[in-house]
């Protein structure tokens, strides 16, 4: 997103795009700064992984609700088996396997990343990427088509042929203008009244 | 009193048929008095609609139970109170307050509209007329709340437990009457497309109910997630679960309506899309209706669960036809030929923040829809769940919030290179500092890192945003807080945006520590044990028994020590080789530096007739972090099983609800036509110093 | 007495819908030149917003002071143009109205073309 902004700005008027880049590498070094300051993995304990875990498993008696949250009886006696099998020595992936194994793949609360269920977690980025896209290239349309329709030049010439045409109603509208409890009482009173049709009675 | 209910469905039915056709017709032939006879019909509506829930309020104060409605949700035990929230407890009471809502502001929004859309009324009339006639067919016809028992039960079953607490009286109501409410900006601008009534004349109506919508599903929301941390006990407050989601999506659809109005508002573009944005949103809403009743997926959100699946779908279907339909059809009359000079510009960026909130409500739906879709094409079950919206909506969240750093600070049209640095400068110096102080700090977790450098930065451009516009007022002659004042005053929607920015900088600080920094730990604790987690120990020292004929339910009372963790060394260590967060110590003596900060009393009940339990946390709550505790069962060997955890910066979360009310107000408040002083003379001399 | 009671509500019910058509008081449709009236007034608040927006751009430092002064004489205009429309629309007729219509359409352009810059208007 970066490059490309930063690409058609630097097409449209070199100056814009020192700024943006700069943003965007500030926000990129600022996430590199972040990460390298966190080199060390941090200590979880086999409970956190085991909370962690608990929370990426749905209780199957429960509507919509991971074993995390839920105290239905089965969610408790899961949660001791996800320990269990850390305790064991298990990784992450193999006490996920072990329980679709036995309750199928909806006991995962989110769907795996292979096969059919791939998909589930491919659209989100088109999704993404294409408004990003869309946005973009919109944009883009609307300079393009609003640079040829755009009048250039002339325009404080009529204005000013305008402006002594108007002088009376310019003076008007500066009055309104300074003294602003005096617009006010102008507002459109649109509140209270009765509906239109209704009052224009004949 | 059932009776007097039927009659005034099967009324309000009649009437708003009349209304909708009524008012088409009296248009099409130009007849004023049936348009004014059908207006007036659309307000009795809303005086049936009254008597109907009246009614069955009534019946819930008279114990009536042969309703079925009334038996099913209510018995004589309930607190009077609580019939307000036994009125929409289940299916039939829950549409029959829909209804109410939506004829109640249908009303108030027709009577107060303004006159210059005199034109396109009759459409606007019709199509509320239209949507009431459907909730007024469902209730009468197929979820009738008067449905009578054949015979009358002595005692009813009584109310939801989970449906008790306090939160309970609000947020329902809320999150009901936020959905239904995006029909009135949906019925407005449709009105006026099809009287062809092209210009921003609906802008202002649009503009303002919409965002009372917005803030009212808002708040709902924000309630819902307060009550599900502080009394479901689910140790979380936002789960994405199917019911939440459909509530946000148009939510979300509608925060990118309230921003790209701002453009059409001031420089008459977008006026196109602001329109699909209104659509959109009005037929998420329909979407959310028919989940909600009976949709295709499963949530905890059961409360309102129905058959009525079909007749949902249908309609939501129609809308859908509808609202696109006649977009299409007069989208050439909406073309704006303004242009977009840059894409450095606040109205590109409000164009990419519009985009992006939409791409949070796509992938949402997608997530929503995919088990349906996985089922109906290879007939395997999956569940789509928190770890899955975390990551896909994660990342697009955090750059919803960068861009709120960045549009507000870019101005309309284009901009120049050199104010743009010294705009920017310092909100990603700040941003850089806060990176680097946390990783000094030791503070683990990288994205973590980077989005809370990303809010520093967010929070020094709208504290720039401030200080600049505050300071050349201040030059100006006026002090500090009149200066601001005056800032703020003088364009009331943004800076209450601003406010409401702020509410939701709050909002991402309490979600990144949460979901980062959590602690857990579980344990079982007999009368005069503790158990120890980070810097906490928490001793059982007495219970009691709450118990009534309906729930078996007992108070733990317990207080908090804040402990030196030097003291604790042996056992900590020996925790840590077992693997645990948390350790229980069985003797009750204390250290040398515990030192007591807190008493908590968590609760649990478990309702006996519904199988279902209930708890109250126990939560010390402070501005760095909550000390969290959920009591998950009172065991027969008179231990209690307890699910503890710390959660950091949750504090935040529940701060940031007044703030977002706040700001929303400000945003709405109607502001006079102009300053009351002219800028002009009084800037000439100071533009200098300023630029 | 709930069958009454509905009863009753029934008859409120078709007296209201009923009364327009009654009585000495005739409806009309809002004529065209008074929506178009309206209109031109909130057109020209809505422009008196802008202006005061501008300069709220303006004291805040978004906006230089070339590109003020035209932005805020171009609206000037615009919502003097306005309030002379509005001072001669007081004998309605049709064809008025629809010329209205149009100049109120081409106003409305202007009035969001006068945020644009004059030629070369950054002058920082």
């Given at each position: 997103?970066?490059?490309?902004?930063?690409?058609?700005?630097?097409?449209?008027?070199?100056?814009?795009?020192?700024?943006?880049?700069?943003?965007?590498?500030?926000?990129?070094?600022?996430?590199?700064?972040?990460?390298?300051?966190?080199?060390?993995?941090?200590?979880?304990?086999?409970?956190?992984?085991?909370?962690?875990?608990?929370?990426?498993?749905?209780?199957?008696?429960?509507?919509?609700?991971?074993?995390?949250?839920?105290?239905?009886?089965?969610?408790?006696?899961?949660?001791?088996?996800?320990?269990?099998?850390?305790?064991?020595?298990?990784?992450?992936?193999?006490?996920?396997?072990?329980?679709?194994?036995?309750?199928?793949?909806?006991?995962?609360?989110?769907?795996?990343?292979?096969?059919?269920?791939?998909?589930?977690?491919?659209?989100?980025?088109?999704?993404?990427?294409?408004?990003?896209?869309?946005?973009?290239?919109?944009?883009?349309?609307?300079?393009?088509?609003?640079?040829?329709?755009?009048?250039?030049?002339?325009?404080?010439?009529?204005?000013?042929?305008?402006?002594?045409?108007?002088?009376?109603?310019?003076?008007?509208?500066?009055?309104?203008?300074?003294?602003?409890?005096?617009?006010?009482?102008?507002?459109?009173?649109?509140?209270?009244?009765?509906?239109?049709?209704?009052?224009?009675?004949? | 009193?059932?009776?007097?209910?039927?009659?005034?469905?099967?009324?309000?039915?009649?009437?708003?048929?009349?209304?909708?056709?009524?008012?088409?017709?009296?248009?099409?032939?130009?007849?004023?008095?049936?348009?004014?006879?059908?207006?007036?019909?659309?307000?009795?509506?809303?005086?049936?609609?009254?008597?109907?829930?009246?009614?069955?309020?009534?019946?819930?104060?008279?114990?009536?139970?042969?309703?079925?409605?009334?038996?099913?949700?209510?018995?004589?035990?309930?607190?009077?109170?609580?019939?307000?929230?036994?009125?929409?407890?289940?299916?039939?009471?829950?549409?029959?307050?829909?209804?109410?809502?939506?004829?109640?502001?249908?009303?108030?929004?027709?009577?107060?509209?303004?006159?210059?859309?005199?034109?396109?009324?009759?459409?606007?009339?019709?199509?509320?007329?239209?949507?009431?006639?459907?909730?007024?067919?469902?209730?009468?016809?197929?979820?009738?709340?008067?449905?009578?028992?054949?015979?009358?039960?002595?005692?009813?079953?009584?109310?939801?437990?989970?449906?008790?607490?306090?939160?309970?009286?609000?947020?329902?109501?809320?999150?009901?009457?936020?959905?239904?409410?995006?029909?009135?900006?949906?019925?407005?601008?449709?009105?006026?497309?099809?009287?062809?009534?092209?210009?921003?004349?609906?802008?202002?109506?649009?503009?303002?109910?919409?965002?009372?919508?917005?803030?009212?599903?808002?708040?709902?929301?924000?309630?819902?997630?307060?009550?599900?941390?502080?009394?479901?006990?689910?140790?979380?407050?936002?789960?994405?679960?199917?019911?939440?989601?459909?509530?946000?999506?148009?939510?979300?659809?509608?925060?990118?309506?309230?921003?790209?109005?701002?453009?059409?508002?001031?420089?008459?573009?977008?006026?196109?899309?602001?329109?699909?944005?209104?659509?959109?949103?009005?037929?998420?809403?329909?979407?959310?209706?028919?989940?909600?009743?009976?949709?295709?997926?499963?949530?905890?959100?059961?409360?309102?669960?129905?058959?009525?699946?079909?007749?949902?779908?249908?309609?939501?279907?129609?809308?859908?036809?509808?609202?696109?339909?006649?977009?299409?059809?007069?989208?050439?009359?909406?073309?704006?030929?303004?242009?977009?000079?840059?894409?450095?510009?606040?109205?590109?960026?409000?164009?990419?923040?519009?985009?992006?909130?939409?791409?949070?409500?796509?992938?949402?739906?997608?997530?929503?829809?995919?088990?349906?879709?996985?089922?109906?094409?290879?007939?395997?079950?999956?569940?789509?769940?928190?770890?899955?919206?975390?990551?896909?909506?994660?990342?697009?969240?955090?750059?919803?919030?960068?861009?709120?750093?960045?549009?507000?600070?870019?101005?309309?049209?284009?901009?120049?290179?050199?104010?743009?640095?010294?705009?920017?400068?310092?909100?990603?110096?700040?941003?850089?500092?806060?990176?680097?102080?946390?990783?000094?700090?030791?503070?683990?977790?990288?994205?973590?890192?980077?989005?809370?450098?990303?809010?520093?930065f967010v929070a020094t451009a709208i504290g720039e945003e401030w200080w600049r516009g505050t300071a050349a007022r201040h030059r100006s002659g006026d002090n500090w807080a009149l200066a601001w004042w005056r800032l703020v005053n003088g364009n009331r929607p943004r800076h209450g945006g601003y406010i409401v920015h702020i509410s939701i900088l709050m909002l991402a600080l309490g979600i990144i520590g949460t979901n980062f920094y959590q602690?857990?730990?579980?344990?079982?604790?007999?009368?005069?044990?503790?158990?120890?987690?980070?810097?906490?120990?928490?001793?059982?020292?007495?219970?009691?028994?709450?118990?009534?004929?309906?729930?078996?339910?007992?108070?733990?009372?317990?207080?908090?020590?804040?402990?030196d963790p030097d003291d604790y060394k042996q056992e900590i260590s020996f925790a840590k080789a077992q693997g645990s967060s948390g350790f229980t110590l069985k003797d009750s003596t204390l250290r040398p530096n515990d030192e007591l900060i807190d008493t908590i009393e968590p609760w649990h009940g478990f309702y006996i007739d519904f199988n279902m339990a209930s708890v109250r946390s126990g939560i010390r709550s402070t501005v760095v972090e909550d000390l969290y505790v959920i009591p998950r069962d009172f065991l027969a060997d008179g231990r209690v099983s307890l699910a503890v955890s710390i959660n950091p910066l949750a504090w935040w979360l529940w701060v940031s609800g007044p703030f977002f009310i706040?700001?929303?107000?400000?945003?709405?408040?109607?502001?006079?036509?102009?300053?009351?002083?002219?800028?002009?003379?009084?800037?000439?001399?100071?533009?200098?110093?300023?630029? | 007495?709930?069958?009454?009671?509905?009863?009753?509500?029934?008859?409120?019910?078709?007296?209201?819908?009923?009364?327009?058509?009654?009585?000495?008081?005739?409806?009309?449709?809002?004529?065209?030149?008074?929506?178009?009236?309206?209109?031109?007034?909130?057109?020209?608040?809505?422009?008196?917003?802008?202006?005061?927006?501008?300069?709220?751009?303006?004291?805040?430092?978004?906006?230089?002071?070339?590109?003020?002064?035209?932005?805020?004489?171009?609206?000037?205009?615009?919502?003097?143009?306005?309030?002379?429309?509005?001072?001669?629309?007081?004998?309605?007729?049709?064809?008025?109205?629809?010329?209205?219509?149009?100049?109120?359409?081409?106003?409305?352009?202007?009035?969001?073309?006068?945020?644009?810059?004059?030629?070369?208007?950054?002058?920082?």
């Open positions: 997103m970066a490059s490309r902004l930063s690409f058609v700005a630097v097409e449209q008027r070199a100056l814009p795009a020192s700024p943006v880049t700069a943003i965007f590498a500030a926000l990129l070094l600022s996430l590199l700064f972040a990460l390298s300051g966190c080199i060390k993995e941090s200590d979880i304990t086999l409970e956190q992984r085991a909370h962690q875990l608990a929370g990426e498993l749905m209780c199957p008696v429960c509507n919509g609700q991971t074993i995390d949250g839920s105290s239905a009886q089965i969610a408790v006696d899961m949660r001791l088996k996800v320990r269990d099998l850390l305790d064991e020595g298990s990784t992450n992936a193999e006490v996920r396997d072990y329980f679709v194994l036995r309750y199928g793949q909806d006991i995962l609360a989110a769907p795996e990343r292979s096969g059919f269920s791939l998909l589930a977690w491919i659209v989100p980025v088109i999704i993404v990427l294409g408004g990003i896209g869309i946005a973009l290239l919109s944009i883009k349309s609307m300079r393009k088509s609003g640079l040829e329709a755009q009048p250039v030049g002339g325009i404080s010439a009529v204005a000013n042929q305008k402006q002594n045409d108007l002088s009376d109603y310019l003076a008007q509208v500066d009055r309104h203008l300074s003294v602003g409890s005096g617009i006010k009482s102008d507002e459109p009173n649109e509140s209270g009244d009765a509906p239109a049709s209704e009052k224009a009675k004949s | 009193m059932a009776d007097l209910g039927v009659m005034a469905l099967l009324l309000g039915l009649a009437l708003s048929a009349y209304s909708a056709i009524g008012a088409i017709i009296g248009e099409k032939i130009g007849m004023a008095a049936l348009v004014v006879s059908a207006r007036r019909a659309l307000y009795m509506t809303t005086v049936t609609a009254i008597v109907a829930s009246g009614a069955l309020i009534n019946a819930f104060v008279q114990n009536d139970f042969s309703i079925a409605y009334v038996a099913d949700h209510s018995n004589t035990l309930m607190d009077r109170a609580f019939v307000w929230v036994a009125f929409y407890a289940g299916n039939e009471g829950s549409l029959l307050y829909i209804l109410l809502a939506l004829s109640v502001i249908s009303a108030i929004s027709v009577w107060f509209a303004p006159k210059r859309l005199a034109r396109s009324m009759p459409w606007t009339i019709a199509i509320l007329a239209i949507i009431q006639l459907f909730y007024f067919g469902v209730l009468a016809f197929v979820a009738s709340p008067f449905e009578l028992l054949a015979t009358v039960p002595l005692e009813g079953r009584g109310i939801n437990p989970l449906l008790t607490p306090p939160g309970m009286f609000s947020h329902p109501p809320l999150l009901m009457g936020g959905l239904i409410g995006v029909t009135i900006p949906f019925a407005f601008v449709s009105g006026a497309l099809i009287a062809g009534n092209y210009g921003d004349d609906w802008i202002d109506v649009a503009r303002v109910s919409a965002i009372i919508t917005w803030g009212v599903l808002g708040t709902g929301m924000l309630l819902g997630a307060w009550w599900a941390y502080t009394i479901l006990g689910w140790g979380g407050y936002w789960a994405w679960d199917p019911i939440e989601n459909v509530a946000l999506m148009p939510w979300l659809v509608m925060t990118a309506f309230i921003h790209s109005i701002m453009v059409q508002k001031r420089r008459g573009m977008f006026r196109m899309w602001n329109v699909a944005l209104l659509n959109i949103a009005f037929v998420l809403a329909q979407l959310g209706m028919f989940i909600n009743r009976g949709g295709p997926v499963v949530s905890v959100h059961s409360f309102a669960a129905s058959t009525l699946g079909t007749i949902f779908l249908l309609f939501m279907m129609v809308s859908l036809v509808f609202a696109f339909a006649l977009f299409l059809w007069r989208m050439p009359q909406l073309k704006s030929d303004r242009a977009m000079e840059s894409f450095v510009s606040r109205e590109a960026s409000f164009l990419i923040n519009n985009f992006l909130f939409l791409a949070v409500m796509g992938v949402t739906l997608w997530g929503v829809l995919f088990p349906v879709f996985s089922d109906l094409a290879r007939d395997v079950s999956v569940s789509v769940s928190a770890p899955y919206f975390d990551r896909v909506n994660g990342p697009v969240l955090l750059g919803i919030v960068v861009m709120m750093g960045i549009g507000p600070l870019l101005p309309w049209r284009k901009t120049s290179a050199r104010s743009m640095k010294q705009w920017f400068v310092w909100p990603i110096i700040v941003g850089l500092i806060t990176i680097g102080i946390l990783v000094a700090l030791g503070i683990q977790r990288p994205v973590a890192i980077f989005s809370f450098g990303v809010l520093a602690q857990r730990t579980n344990g079982s604790l007999a009368l005069g044990e503790s158990l120890v987690i980070d810097s906490y120990r928490i001793e059982y020292v007495d219970t009691f028994d709450s118990s009534r004929p309906d729930r078996i339910a007992q108070w733990a009372e317990m207080t908090v020590y804040q402990i706040i700001g929303t107000m400000v945003a709405l408040w109607p502001q006079a036509a102009v300053e009351r002083r002219p800028a002009r003379k009084r800037l000439k001399g100071e533009s200098e110093g300023e630029l | 007495m709930p069958i009454l009671l509905g009863t009753l509500l029934a008859l409120v019910s078709v007296v209201v819908i009923v009364y327009p058509f009654l009585g000495s008081k005739k409806y009309r449709l809002v004529s065209e030149s008074f929506v178009t009236r309206e209109k031109l007034r909130a057109e020209r608040l809505r422009i008196y917003r802008k202006i005061s927006d501008v300069e709220a751009d303006f004291t805040s430092g978004d906006l230089t002071e070339a590109d003020y002064q035209h932005q805020r004489d171009q609206l000037r205009i615009a919502a003097a143009e306005i309030l002379k429309q509005e001072s001669g629309e007081s004998m309605p007729n049709a064809k008025r109205d629809e010329e209205l219509e149009k100049q109120i359409s081409r106003l409305r352009e202007q009035s969001a073309a006068s945020t644009e810059a004059p030629e070369g208007g950054d002058t920082l």
